[in-house]
């Protein structure tokens, strides 16, 4: 797996890791520290995500007409938001049967106590998928592959955990094939075009130099932001000899996201995924946040736009969801 764009972070931070160690136990530390609030943080993106789950699993339903009694493996559960979306669907009464799998023990912990809710028997891993011995119908991956550095190998793996006929979906991740379509640049641009800054606090905060003054004095003060924290942790750990700061940190969380400075920045494109979903075919995607943004961040104008790109079915969002599907022989 090539990690060549974490160097000149590990070199920054004097860790003694490999790449691929120093990327896992980032990643597992910042998940960790932010399982306590993801929550109360992502909150708004449920009706967002609620809808999409509607309408991709609309898509591929159809093959699932004949079963009454589907099997579950989220992959990267988190505090469980995906499957609850999943399972508040059509095609989510007929799951019967859960495995949730994180690398993050607190985030199973969040999700092992919201999974009391559903009524339904389930199951949960701390683990990758490559160490897993478990067959579903459904795999389901929300808000994952981003942060999954070798992608072929993972496509590989969910393969694998796929029953016959079953369904690998994935959604809310950035739509690699799509980032520099001229329809969607132009339309950021039109939007950050009406964005206004209605305070001192606001342009101040706006400025990176002033935001790290802050940042700084708030620390002084005995203040910790999530990045302090997983500085605090990755420090008392031995990874990482001096800190990193924001940028750095989701740079290797978030490794195929656009915009940040050691990020492979591509997305997630489906052009490549087709060479590593081999074994399946791709029966529908999606795509949405066609301002670059997500619904609830749209004033009620670009909110319209955005539900008539939607309903459109145009592929040229932010966002890529996607359903893939294993032959039935
Ligand atoms: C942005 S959260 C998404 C959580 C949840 N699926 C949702 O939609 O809200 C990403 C989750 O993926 C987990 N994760 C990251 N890399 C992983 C890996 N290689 N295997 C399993 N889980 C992973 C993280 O610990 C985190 O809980």
Redesign the pocket.
């Known amino acids: 797996m090539a990690l060549d764009n974490l160097l000149p972070i590990i070199r920054k931070t004097g860790s003694n890791l490999s790449p691929e160690e120093f990327h896992?136990r980032v990643?597992?530390v910042?998940?960790?520290i932010?399982?306590e609030d993801?929550d109360q943080i992502?909150k708004d993106?449920w009706e967002v995500?609620l809808l999409q789950f509607k309408l991709i699993t609309g898509d591929f339903s159809k093959y699932f007409e004949k079963h009454s009694e589907l099997k579950l493996l989220?992959?990267?559960?988190?505090?469980?938001?995906?499957?609850e979306?999943l399972l508040a669907t059509e095609l989510g009464k007929k799951i019967k049967k859960i495995v949730l799998?994180?690398?993050?023990s607190k985030?199973i912990e969040k999700?092992v106590a919201r999974s009391k809710n559903w009524g339904i028997n389930t199951e949960s891993r701390i683990?990758?998928?490559d160490s897993l011995d478990e067959k579903a119908d459904i795999i389901?991956?929300?808000?994952?592959l981003h942060?999954?550095?070798d992608l072929s190998q993972?496509a590989s793996d969910i393969q694998k955990r796929l029953n016959l006929g079953g369904v690998f979906m994935h959604?809310?991740d950035p739509n690699g094939d799509q980032l520099m379509n001229p329809n969607l640049v132009a339309r950021r641009k039109e939007i950050a075009a009406t964005d206004k800054v209605t305070s001192l606090y606001q342009w101040l905060n706006s400025s990176e130099f002033y935001k790290s003054v802050f940042h700084r004095l708030n620390r002084m003060r005995g203040k910790y932001n999530h990045i302090d924290l997983v500085n605090n942790y990755l420090l008392k750990e031995g990874v990482i000899k001096k800190r990193m700061t924001a940028k750095e940190i989701w740079s290797i969380?978030d490794i195929h996201v656009e915009g940040l400075p050691f990020s492979k920045k591509k997305g997630i494109r489906l052009s490549e995924m087709v060479n590593s979903l081999d074994e399946l075919s791709l029966v529908a995607h999606r795509s949405y946040g066609f301002y670059g943004r997500l619904g609830f961040e749209l004033d009620e104008e670009f909110a319209t736009k955005e539900k008539e790109l939607i309903s459109s079915g145009s592929k040229e969002g932010r966002y890529l969801v996607a359903a893939w599907r294993k032959p039935v022989s």
């Open positions: 896992h990643n597992v910042f998940h960790d932010e399982a993801y992502h993106m995500l989220d992959v990267g559960c988190g505090t469980g938001l995906g499957t979306l799998v994180d690398i993050s985030m999700a683990s990758m998928l389901l991956t929300s808000s994952v942060h999954i550095p993972f959604i809310h969380t």
